[in-house]
C-alpha cells in the first residue's frame, strides 16, 4: 500500500556566426546552465521539511485532543480483548492485499515486453517492495531499489524496471479512485461525517470519480499517451481494466482487514467504512510522512468520533502491525536471506573484503543507533517511574541525586540527538562526546529509577561505538559544520514526540506553578517539566550556536610558496591547460616527490578538481594523486569531483570508484595538416584577406613587453565585459589581472593601428602544443575579427614547431541523442538544442569546425548519481564566485 504512503578554453571562444563581436565563451561552462536551474530548486529541502514539521505537529495536538481522555491501560484492555476471529479475518485480508500487489507487478512487465521471470520471482519481489514502501515511504527509492535488484538479477532491464514502480502507483492511484467513487454512490451518508458533504454532493462525487476512471481507461486504450516521464506508451485497454481491478481488490482487501479489527461499538457497513479508510490513505500520502503515520489515525478517529477511542487505537495499532511491521519483518527476512544465498561463495572467498565494506557503514550505523538511544533517554524521562524501583531506590540513593540524574539522563539524550550527525560524519569528537555520554546515560538511568533497560541500551550502543572507533577519525569539532534542515527536523520531531508523550503521560495532573519546585520520590511531572524545560534550552542553545559560530570558509586559494611549486610543474607540462595553476584562485594537492599536483576548489561540501592531475614523470602518478585527492577530500568530510577530465584517463577514476559523465568535446586542431594553401585553405585564406582590406594586422607581443600595452588591453577588456553586462569567472579559465596578463605572450589583431582584440597564449613544454584563455573584442570590431585572430594564431604556431592547437571545448557537444541515452544526456541535449538565448551551443561547434578539428571528448567524474545536481550546482557557484573570493582572500 504505497498509498500510505583537459582544457580549460571551451569557454573562451563564441562563434562569430552567431555573434560577429563575441570574443570569449567563457561564462558558462556546459554542466553551468544546468546547474544554474538546479541551483533554483536548492531551497525546496527546507521546504520539504517545514511542511512535514507543521505537519506532523498538527496531527500531533489533533491525536493528543482525540485521546485526552483514553487511558494506554484501557487500550491494553482493548486489545486483548480482540478476538482471534478477527486477527484471522484481518490476516486474510492482508493476504488477499499483498496478492492483489503481485498483479501490477505482472501486468507491467507483461505490458513492457519484459524478459520472462518466474512467477515466484515477481510475487515476492512484489511483496518486498511494496513492504519497504508502505513502511518507509518514497516507493521509486525504497521499492524501486528492491525492483532494481531482484529484477535486475533476473534480467529485466533498468528502463522497464523504472517503468514498473511508474505503473504500480498509476495503478494504485487509479484503484484508490474506483473504490472511493464506489462507496460514495453507494453510502454517501458518511461523507457527511468525513468530508463535511450532503449525501446528494457525496453521490455526484462519487459519479465523477468513477467517471474519471472510465475516461482513463478509455483514453488510455484510444489513445495509447506516454507514461508520464517514461518513453513508454501506456497499456492498452485489457491491461488498463486488469490493472484497474487489481487496484479496487488491493484497496478493498486492505480496508477489510481493518475493518475486522473495529470494536463492535462501530457498526458502519463495510461500503461506508471504505469512505473513511480511502479518505485515511489519501490524505497519508498527500503528507508526504512515511506510512501515513500519524495521519492516517488521525483520520479514522477523527472520522469516527462516537465510537469508543480505546478500543480504536487498539485496533489501529492491531492493524499497523499485521499489515505493516509483520510483512516488512516477513519481507526483511526474505530479502535478507535471498542475499545471503546468492553472495554464499562470494562470502567465503572475500570474507575480508566484505568485513571491509560493512565496516564502511559502521559511522552511518552508529549515528542512527546513537540518535534512536538519545531519543528513547529522552521518552524515558517523559514517563512516569515505576514505583515498586522508586520504593527500593528511596533507601539506596538520596533524593537529590535522583532529582539531577533524571534532569541529566533527559539532557544526555537530547545532545546525543545533536551528535549523532558528528558521527555520521566520521568526527573523532563526536565518537569521544557520544560514548561518554551514553556511558552517564546508563549510569544516570540507574540512578533515576532503576531504568535498566534503557542502561542495557546505552551500554550496548557504547559498546559498539568501541569496537569501531577506528572508522571516526575525522577531525573538526562536534557542532563543526553547517546546520542541515534535515538535521533541525530529525531532532525537533524527536523533542517534540518525547515532550508530547509526557504530556499525555500527565494528562491527568492538574497544572500548578508549585510542581516546578516540587521535589519527591513520586514527583514525576515535576520532573518531566523540568526536563523539558531542559530540552527545549539545550536544542536552542545548539542551534543558535550553530547558526552563529559557523565554521570559516576554507580558503581556495595556494600560499606564494606553493604557487611557485605549481608554476614550475605547469613549465615543464605537456599540456597547455596547466597554465590554469598560475590563475591565483586555487590550491594544490603535491605529490611526494614534487613532480605533480591537482589543483582544485572547494565550494559548500564540494571539492572539485581542476581536470586531470598534471604529472611530469611516471604516468602511474596520475592515479596516485587521485586517490590521493580522494583520501584528502575523505577526511575533511567532502564529496570529491574532477571536473574535464580526459578520455584517456577514464580507468583511473572507474577503478577509484567515480561515475562519469560527458561534458562535451574538446576541438584539437592538427598544425601538420593545417594549411591556407589550396582548396582546403581557401575559405579561411579568403576571411583572411578580409581581414586584411580593412586594416588589420596581427603580431605577437612577448610577456616581457605586455606591460607598456596593458592599459589599453585592459579598457578592450572592461568595455567587452561592460557591453555583455558580465562579471570575470574564474576556475577553469582565467580572469584579468595585471599579474596574471604579464605572464603570457598576447596575441594582438590591430586595425589601423588600435587594438581590436586580443587573447593570451598559452603553451606547453616541447611544443607539443598552443592555445588561448583570456578573450576579449572591441563592440565595434568588424565581422571576421575572430576568424582572422585564430587563423593567424594557428599559423603563427605552426610555424613556431608547435604540434596541436587546442580550441578548447565545445559544451554539451557530442552527446548521444537516441531515446534510450542517459537522463543527463538527454537532458543536456535538450539544453544545448533549446538553450540558444543563454549559451551559443550550436553556433560554438559550428565554428570550431571551420578549422577542422579533432574531436576528443570531456567528462566530469563523481561519487554517484544522486549528489550530480548539487555538484553542477557547486561548479557553477565556483565558477562564479572564484575570482572575488581570490581577491578576498588575497587582502587578508
Known amino acids: 500500500m504505497a498509498k500510505h504512503n583537459s582544457n580549460a578554453t571551451a569557454e573562451r571562444v563564441t562563434s562569430p556566426g552567431a555573434d560577429p563581436h563575441a570574443g570569449e565563451a567563457a561564462t558558462i561552462d556546459a554542466p553551468v546552465l544546468a546547474g544554474s536551474r538546479l541551483a533554483r530548486l536548492a531551497g525546496n529541502s527546507r521546504v520539504r521539511a517545514g511542511v512535514v514539521l507543521v505537519l506532523f505537529a498538527i496531527v500531533c495536538f489533533a491525536l493528543y485532543h482525540e485521546i485526552e481522555v483514553t487511558s494506554w491501560h484501557e487500550v491494553r484492555v482493548a486489545l486483548a480483548q480482540t478476538r482471534s476471529d478477527q486477527i484471522a479475518l484481518a490476516l486474510l485480508g492482508t ?25 515466484s520471482t515477481v510475487a515476492l519481489t512484489s511483496f518486498v517492495s511494496q513492504a519497504f514502501t508502505f513502511n518507509f515511504g518514497f516507493g521509486i527509492l525504497t521499492g524501486g531499489a528492491v525492483r532494481m535488484r531482484l529484477y535486475g538479477a533476473a534480467g529485466v532491464k533498468p528502463d522497464h524496471i523504472l517503468a514498473t514502480s511508474v505503473f504500480a502507483a498509476l495503478a494504485i492511484w487509479t484503484g484508490i479512485a474506483a473504490v472511493a467513487g ?34 482513463s481507461w478509455w483514453y488510455t486504450a484510444t489513445r495509447r499517451p506516454k507514461i508520464p516521464g517514461l ?201 569521544r562526546v557520544a560514548t561518554t555520554l551514553l556511558l552517564l546515560g546508563a549510569a544516570f538511568s540507574l540512578l533515576k529509577g532503576i531504568d535498566y533497560e534503557e542502561a542495557v541500551v546505552c551500554l550496548t550502543i557504547a559498546g559498539l561505538l568501541i569496537a569501531g572507533n577506528r572508522w571516526f577519525y575525522r577531525k573538526g569539532g562536534v557542532l563543526s559544520g553547517a546546520l542541515q534542515p534535515s538535521e533541525i527536523l530529525a531532532i525537533g520531531l524527536a523533542s517534540i514526540t518525547s515532550i508530547w508523550i509526557g504530556f499525555i503521560a500527565f494528562r ?71 597554465n590554469l595553476a598560475l590563475i591565483g584562485d586555487k590550491r594544490f594537492l603535491f605529490n611526494a616527490e614534487k613532480t605533480g599536483f591537482v589543483m582544485f576548489g572547494t565550494q559548500g561540501s564540494s571539492w572539485i578538481a581542476m581536470g586531470d592531475p598534471i604529472v611530469n614523470g611516471d604516468d602511474d602518478e596520475v592515479a596516485a594523486l587521485v586517490w590521493q585527492f580522494k583520501e584528502l577530500v575523505d577526511r575533511n568530510s567532502g564529496v570529491p569531483a574532477f571536473y ?68 589599453e588591453l585592459r579598457r578592450v577588456s572592461d568595455a567587452w565585459l561592460k557591453e555583455r553586462k558580465q562579471k570575470e569567472k574564474g ?16 596575441a594582438i589583431v590591430r586595425i589601423n593601428g588600435r587594438i581590436a582584440a586580443f587573447a593570451n597564449i598559452w603553451r606547453s613544454a616541447n611544443r607539443n602544443e598552443m592555445s588561448i584563455d583570456i578573450m576579449r573584442v572591441r563592440h565595434e570590431a568588424p565581422n571576421g575579427t575572430m576568424d582572422f585572430l585564430f587563423t593567424a594564431l594557428m599559423d603563427y604556431a605552426k610555424t613556431e614547431g608547435y604540434h596541436w592547437f587546442n580550441l578548447g571545448m565545445a559544451p554539451l557537444s557530442g552527446l548521444p541523442r537516441h531515446r534510450l541515452a542517459p537522463l543527463w544526456s ?28 579533432e574531436w576528443r571528448p570531456k567528462y566530469l567524474a563523481y561519487p554517484s548519481g544522486v549528489l550530480l545536481p548539487q555538484i553542477l550546482i557547486d561548479v557553477t557557484t565556483l565558477i562564479a564566485t572564484a575570482p572575488s573570493r581570490a581577491r578576498t582572500e588575497e587582502t587578508t
Open 95 to 119: 493476504a488477499i492485499s499483498y496478492f492483489a500487489l503481485t498483479g501490477y507487478d505482472v501486468l507491467a512487465l507483461r505490458h513492457l515486453g519484459a524478459v520472462r521471470i518466474p512467477f
Open 182 to 215: 464506489l462507496s460514495l454512490v453507494i453510502a454517501p451518508d458518511v461523507a457527511e461525517t468525513v468530508l463535511s458533504m450532503p449525501e446528494a454532493g457525496a453521490r455526484a462525487l462519487g459519479f465523477a470519480l468513477i467517471g474519471l476512471v472510465l475516461w
Open 508 to 578: 491527568d495532573v492538574a497544572y500548578d506553578d508549585t510542581l516546578w519546585w516540587d521535589f519527591a520520590y513520586r514527583g514525576d511531572a515535576s520532573r518531566f517539566l523540568r526536563a523539558t524545560v531542559g530540552i527545549a534550552v539545550t536544542v536552542l542553545i545548539t542551534v543558535v550556536y550553530r547558526l552563529i559560530n559557523r565554521a570559516a570558509p576554507a580558503r581556495n586559494t595556494a600560499s606564494r610558496e606553493e604557487l611557485d611549486t605549481a608554476r614550475s610543474i605547469a613549465a615543464a607540462s605537456e599540456f597547455a591547460h596547466a
Open 644 to 711: 574535464q577530465v580526459s578520455s584517456e584517463n577514464l580507468p583511473i577514476y572507474l577503478d577509484a570508484g567515480f561515475s562519469m559523465v560527458k561534458l562535451g568535446e574538446e576541438a584539437w586542431v592538427d598544425l601538420g595538416a593545417f594549411t591556407l594553401d589550396g582548396a582546403e585553405g581557401r575559405k579561411l585564406r579568403h576571411a583572411m584577406s578580409k581581414a586584411q582590406r580593412t586594416g588589420a594586422t596581427f603580431e605577437v607581443v612577448p610577456a616581457a613587453n605586455v606591460t607598456p600595452v596593458l592599459p
Open 731 to 746: 576556475f577553469s579559465l582565467g580572469y584579468w589581472t595585471d599579474a596574471y596578463m604579464t605572464q603570457h605572450d598576447i
Open 826 to 853: 538527454r537532458m543536456a541535449t535538450w539544453i544545448s538544442r533549446h538553450g540558444d538565448r543563454f549559451y551559443k551551443f550550436e553556433g560554438l561547434r559550428s565554428f570550431k569546425s571551420k578549422f577542422r578539428p
Open 231 to 431: 518513453d513508454v506508451p501506456a497499456p492498452d485497454g485489457t491491461v488498463t481494466g486488469l490493472a484497474l481491478l487489481v487496484g479496487a481488490t488491493d484497496i478493498v482487501a486492505s480496508g477489510f482487514a481493518l475493518w475486522a479489527l473495529l470494536p463492535s461499538e462501530v457498526t458502519l457497513s463495510f461500503p461506508a467504512f471504505l469512505v473513511i479508510f480511502v479518505s485515511a490513505i489519501a490524505l497519508g500520502v498527500i503528507s508526504h510522512v512515511p506510512g501515513g503515520l500519524g495521519v492516517f489515525e488521525g483520520i479514522i478517529l477523527l472520522a469516527l468520533p462516537t465510537a469508543p477511542a480505546s478500543g480504536l487505537l487498539a485496533s489501529l495499532l492491531l492493524f499497523r502491525f499485521l499489515y505493516y511491521l509483520l510483512p516488512m519483518g516477513l519481507a526483511a527476512g526474505a530479502l535478507a536471506f535471498l542475499e545471503l544465498r546468492e553472495r554464499q561463495e562470494a562470502l567465503a572467498k572475500h570474507a575480508k573484503r566484505l568485513g571491509s565494506s560493512l565496516g564502511a557503514s559502521i559511522p552511518l550505523v552508529s549515528a542512527i543507533l546513537v540518535f534512536l538511544g538519545g531519543f528513547i533517554l529522552m521518552v524515558s524521562g517523559s514517563l512516569p517511574a515505576e514505583h515498586h524501583r522508586m520504593a527500593i531506590l528511596r533507601y539506596a540513593v538520596p533524593l537529590p541525586f535522583v532529582e539531577a540524574s533524571h534532569f541529566v539522563a533527559s539532557i544526555a539524550g537530547t545532545l546525543l540527538l545533536i551528535v549523532a550527525y558528528g558521527l555520521a560524519r566520521r568526527l573523532e569528537s563526536a565518537w
